[in-house]
Protein backbone atom coordinates (compact mmCIF):
# COMPACT_ATOMS: atom_id res chain seq x y z
CA UNK A 1 0.00 0.00 0.00
CA UNK A 2 1.13 3.44 -0.63
CA UNK A 3 -0.20 6.38 1.13
CA UNK A 4 -0.03 9.81 -0.74
CA UNK A 5 -1.16 12.88 1.61
CA UNK A 6 -1.16 16.60 0.05
CA UNK A 7 -0.86 19.39 2.24
CA UNK A 8 -0.56 22.77 1.59
CA UNK A 9 -1.68 26.46 2.99
CA UNK A 10 -5.93 27.74 1.89
CA UNK A 11 -6.60 27.37 -1.41
CA UNK A 12 -3.70 25.69 -2.86
CA UNK A 13 -5.92 23.21 -4.40
CA UNK A 14 -5.64 20.04 -2.15
CA UNK A 15 -9.35 18.69 -2.24
CA UNK A 16 -9.38 19.75 -6.11
CA UNK A 17 -6.26 17.54 -7.00
CA UNK A 18 -6.98 14.77 -4.18
CA UNK A 19 -10.62 14.55 -5.98
CA UNK A 20 -8.86 14.12 -9.26
CA UNK A 21 -6.57 12.06 -8.32
CA UNK A 22 -8.38 9.68 -6.23
CA UNK A 23 -11.09 9.41 -9.74
CA UNK A 24 -7.99 8.70 -11.79
CA UNK A 25 -6.29 6.01 -9.83
CA UNK A 26 -9.98 4.33 -8.72
CA UNK A 27 -7.94 4.86 -5.42
CA UNK A 28 -9.73 5.65 -1.67
CA UNK A 29 -9.71 8.95 -0.80
CA UNK A 30 -9.70 10.78 3.18
CA UNK A 31 -10.78 14.03 2.65
CA UNK A 32 -10.36 16.94 5.44
CA UNK A 33 -12.25 16.68 8.51
CA UNK A 34 -12.77 20.24 9.76
CA UNK A 35 -14.43 21.45 6.82
CA UNK A 36 -17.61 18.64 7.94
CA UNK A 37 -16.90 19.77 12.00
CA UNK A 38 -17.60 23.61 11.10
CA UNK A 39 -20.49 22.55 8.69
CA UNK A 40 -21.96 21.00 11.33
CA UNK A 41 -21.03 23.08 14.49
CA UNK A 42 -22.23 25.91 12.20
CA UNK A 43 -19.40 27.93 14.43
CA UNK A 44 -15.50 28.81 14.38
CA UNK A 45 -13.28 26.50 16.00
CA UNK A 46 -11.57 26.69 19.79
CA UNK A 47 -8.82 25.68 21.15
CA UNK A 48 -11.30 22.51 22.66
CA UNK A 49 -11.84 21.33 19.61
CA UNK A 50 -8.77 20.38 17.95
CA UNK A 51 -8.44 17.10 19.53
CA UNK A 52 -11.71 16.10 18.64
CA UNK A 53 -11.19 17.47 14.86
CA UNK A 54 -7.15 15.62 14.93
CA UNK A 55 -8.88 12.36 16.57
CA UNK A 56 -11.62 11.86 13.89
CA UNK A 57 -9.34 13.13 10.86
CA UNK A 58 -6.91 10.23 12.75
CA UNK A 59 -9.53 7.68 13.16
CA UNK A 60 -10.55 8.10 8.86
CA UNK A 61 -7.33 7.95 8.48
CA UNK A 62 -6.50 4.55 10.27
CA UNK A 63 -9.61 2.83 9.22
CA UNK A 64 -8.47 3.56 5.43
CA UNK A 65 -5.39 2.54 5.98
CA UNK A 66 -6.81 -0.88 7.91
CA UNK A 67 -8.15 -1.68 4.25
CA UNK A 68 -5.01 -1.73 2.51
CA UNK A 69 -6.15 -0.46 -0.67
CA UNK A 70 -2.98 -0.37 -3.37
CA UNK A 71 -2.87 3.45 -2.95
CA UNK A 72 -4.80 5.51 -0.27
CA UNK A 73 -4.79 9.47 -1.27
CA UNK A 74 -5.52 11.74 1.90
CA UNK A 75 -6.79 15.67 1.13
CA UNK A 76 -4.70 16.59 4.42
CA UNK A 77 -3.13 14.71 7.23
CA UNK A 78 -2.41 15.67 11.68
CA UNK A 79 0.06 18.32 10.55
CA UNK A 80 -2.29 21.24 9.20
CA UNK A 81 -4.49 19.97 12.65
CA UNK A 82 -1.33 20.75 14.85
CA UNK A 83 -0.04 23.90 12.53
CA UNK A 84 -2.99 25.13 12.38
CA UNK A 85 -3.82 24.98 16.18
CA UNK A 86 -0.46 26.35 16.18
CA UNK A 87 -1.32 29.64 13.99
CA UNK A 88 -5.10 30.26 15.30
CA UNK A 89 -3.91 29.52 19.09
CA UNK A 90 -0.03 29.61 19.92
CA UNK A 91 -0.21 26.12 21.11
CA UNK A 92 -0.91 22.21 19.86
CA UNK A 93 -2.38 19.34 22.03
CA UNK A 94 1.18 17.16 22.11
CA UNK A 95 -0.30 14.15 21.19
CA UNK A 96 -0.51 15.26 17.62
CA UNK A 97 3.05 15.63 17.22
CA UNK A 98 3.73 11.71 18.67
CA UNK A 99 0.83 10.28 16.32
CA UNK A 100 1.99 12.50 13.25
CA UNK A 101 5.82 11.23 13.38
CA UNK A 102 4.50 7.25 14.02
CA UNK A 103 2.78 7.16 10.71
CA UNK A 104 4.56 6.52 7.55
CA UNK A 105 3.55 8.61 4.42
CA UNK A 106 5.19 7.19 1.04
CA UNK A 107 4.34 11.15 -0.78
CA UNK A 108 3.94 14.30 1.03
CA UNK A 109 2.80 16.63 -1.82
CA UNK A 110 3.42 20.14 -0.61
CA UNK A 111 1.12 22.91 -2.45
CA UNK A 112 2.70 26.44 -2.69
CA UNK A 113 0.47 29.35 -2.73
CA UNK A 114 1.68 31.56 -5.43
CA UNK A 115 0.37 30.89 -8.79
CA UNK A 116 -3.33 30.15 -7.44
CA UNK A 117 -5.90 32.65 -6.47
CA UNK A 118 -7.28 33.06 -3.05
CA UNK A 119 -10.93 31.57 -2.83
CA UNK A 120 -13.22 32.99 0.16
CA UNK A 121 -15.86 29.71 0.99
CA UNK A 122 -16.92 30.96 4.50
CA UNK A 123 -14.14 28.65 6.01
CA UNK A 124 -10.92 30.15 5.16
CA UNK A 125 -9.43 33.03 7.18
CA UNK A 126 -5.87 33.58 5.05
CA UNK A 127 -7.13 35.92 2.35
CA UNK A 128 -3.60 37.40 2.17
CA UNK A 129 -0.57 35.60 0.25
CA UNK A 130 1.86 36.80 2.97
CA UNK A 131 -0.20 34.70 5.17
CA UNK A 132 -0.36 31.45 3.19
CA UNK A 133 3.27 31.87 2.36
CA UNK A 134 4.43 31.83 6.50
CA UNK A 135 1.88 28.78 6.60
CA UNK A 136 3.71 26.85 3.61
CA UNK A 137 6.94 27.85 5.17
CA UNK A 138 6.00 26.21 8.53
CA UNK A 139 4.29 23.08 6.94
CA UNK A 140 7.81 22.50 4.86
CA UNK A 141 10.12 23.37 7.95
CA UNK A 142 8.34 20.32 9.19
CA UNK A 143 8.73 18.31 6.28
CA UNK A 144 12.65 19.05 5.91
CA UNK A 145 12.62 18.42 10.18
CA UNK A 146 11.42 14.97 9.82
CA UNK A 147 13.07 13.98 6.76
CA UNK A 148 9.70 13.48 5.01
CA UNK A 149 9.37 12.65 1.12
CA UNK A 150 8.31 15.72 -0.29
CA UNK A 151 7.14 16.96 -3.60
CA UNK A 152 7.15 20.10 -3.83
CA UNK A 153 3.93 21.43 -6.31
CA UNK A 154 4.07 24.70 -7.97
CA UNK A 155 2.62 26.63 -10.79
CA UNK A 156 -0.77 26.15 -11.98
CA UNK A 157 -3.43 23.81 -11.09
CA UNK A 158 -3.43 21.52 -14.73
CA UNK A 159 1.25 21.42 -13.95
CA UNK A 160 0.03 20.06 -9.94
CA UNK A 161 -1.93 17.49 -11.15
CA UNK A 162 0.64 16.54 -13.93
CA UNK A 163 3.69 16.24 -11.21
CA UNK A 164 1.02 14.75 -8.66
CA UNK A 165 0.10 11.99 -11.38
CA UNK A 166 3.40 11.23 -12.64
CA UNK A 167 4.94 10.99 -9.32
CA UNK A 168 1.98 8.50 -8.01
CA UNK A 169 2.66 6.00 -11.37
CA UNK A 170 6.10 5.96 -10.45
CA UNK A 171 5.26 5.08 -6.71
CA UNK A 172 2.91 2.43 -8.04
CA UNK A 173 5.33 0.78 -10.63
CA UNK A 174 8.19 0.96 -8.07
CA UNK A 175 5.64 -0.81 -5.56
CA UNK A 176 5.04 -3.43 -8.32
CA UNK A 177 8.62 -3.77 -9.55
CA UNK A 178 9.93 -4.80 -5.74
CA UNK A 179 11.23 -8.45 -5.78
CA UNK A 180 8.38 -9.31 -3.32
CA UNK A 181 5.86 -8.61 -6.12
CA UNK A 182 8.14 -9.62 -9.34
CA UNK A 183 6.78 -12.60 -10.33
CA UNK A 184 10.89 -13.76 -11.63
CA UNK A 185 12.06 -13.15 -8.20
CA UNK A 186 9.86 -15.11 -6.87
CA UNK A 187 10.46 -17.97 -8.73
CA UNK A 188 13.90 -17.76 -8.56
CA UNK A 189 14.11 -17.91 -4.84
CA UNK A 190 12.04 -21.16 -5.01
CA UNK A 191 14.37 -22.37 -7.45
CA UNK A 192 17.55 -21.82 -5.25
Not at 15 to 33: I, K
Amino acid sequence: MKVVVLTGPESAGKSTLSQALAERFNAPLVSEYVREFIEHEQRETCYADISTIAEQQLKRELAARAQCPPLLLLDTHLLSNKLWSETLFKTSPAWIEQALQALHYDLIGLLSPDGLPWQADGQRCQPELAERQQFHQQLEHWLQTHQQPVLRLTGTWHARYQQLEAAIEQLLDDNRATPANNPLTVKKSIKQ
